[in-house]
């Protein structure tokens, strides 16, 4: 078999930017629709395919999804993409194959669950290749309950990732990323003293954007913005109480 990968853009893995400005100019729903089959082709639990994918292009419904993720400016993108981890089409069709379909359990969760965040994944990287921006809303998952009413989701299937996908109207911002020895480890995992997990980080909290958060937010350091500023434990605990109790009459029997 003749080896393409000479032929693909590397330089997109190394100078990928998330988007959150975008054009008015609307997505096309045939090109969409081709992303989509071509994501399709992702790594899948048993080849089950335990996702589904909700469109949303009306301004109306734009809006009210909008407001499940804190309206972030990513939401004003002409499409969003709501990926949704779906045991409700599998199970259905084992009921009426009169097969015993027993995936209201929290291991079925995280089958469907890693196969729409590997979809999503997928998605993002063939829309971004096809010179459409995108951002990952991880809010999906903040506002579960609301947002399953809102879009009509049916029993078994949760939402677990948003997407903001339209024309790009801005470079986007390079990120920072660790080095490859902080998530890279040798057989075994790596136990890292104090100073070498400091190290680690040391790119990160030196980075210039990364030092202006610390001093807007009187913090002493960079842990402390993302510890006790942008996902502070009272939050945690109660999106966690909230996503629990809502998953508990279908996977967490």
Known sequence: MENNYHNLDL????????IRRFKSESVDPQLLDSILLEASKAPTCGNMQLYSVIVTRGESERRALASMHFNQPATKAPVMLTI????NRFTRWCQLRNADAAYDNFLSFTSAFADAMILAQQITTIAELRGLGT????????????????LKLPELVMPVACLAIGWPDEEGTETERLPLRAFVHEEFYRDDSDEEILNLYKEK????????????????????????????????????????????????K
């Open 11 to 18: 330089e997109y893995f190394t100078k990928r930017r998330s």
């Open 84 to 87: 949704c981890a779906d045991f």
């Open 135 to 150: 951002c990952y809303l991880g809010t999906a998952i903040y506002n579960a309950p609301e947002i399953s009413e809102l």
């Open 205 to 252: 909290e030196e980075y210039e954007p990364n030092k202006g958060y610390v001093k807007e937010n009187g913090k002493e350091n960079l842990a402390q913005v993302f510890a006790e500023v942008r996902y502070p434990r009272g939050m945690n605990e109660e999106f966690s109480r909230k996503l629990i109790e809502w998953l508990k009459p279908t996977f967490l």
